[in-house]
């Protein structure tokens, strides 16, 4: 087995060169929005070079306003959630502490 990466014809400046798959680097297709990179029938393989420029073209992407405004909805909503469930959880904690103490305390 070789130790050398795989060299073929990048998608991209079709120059032979050595490949990698490109993926797109973001969790949108947990939250059912589809993004030109996610509704690709197929990544592309690109040489460092084009996949880099890729990379840098993903990130830029200003997106589609209202996937962005959900997902800036399900963000917020999952940081409601989490300051919710730690102030239930702060209120059983003081309810628990002042019924042991209730139950300790002289009748």
């Known amino acids: 087995m070789s130790d050398q990466p795989l ?4 998608d991209h400046c079709k120059q032979t060169r050595p490949l990698f798959l490109y993926e797109a680097d973001h969790d949108f297709h947990l939250t059912g929005i589809t993004c030109e990179w996610c509704a690709r029938d197929k990544q592309p393989l690109l040489c460092t070079r084009c996949w880099s420029a890729e990379k840098q073209r993903e990130e830029n992407a200003p997106g589609n306003p209202d996937d962005n405004a959900a997902a800036d909805f399900f963000v917020r909503a999952v940081q409601n959630n989490a300051r919710i469930l730690a102030r239930r959880k702060a209120d059983k904690a003081t309810c628990d ?11």
């Open 7 to 10: 060299e073929a014809r990048c």
């Open 97 to 107: 502490a002042i019924a042991a103490a209730t139950e300790e305390s002289p009748r």
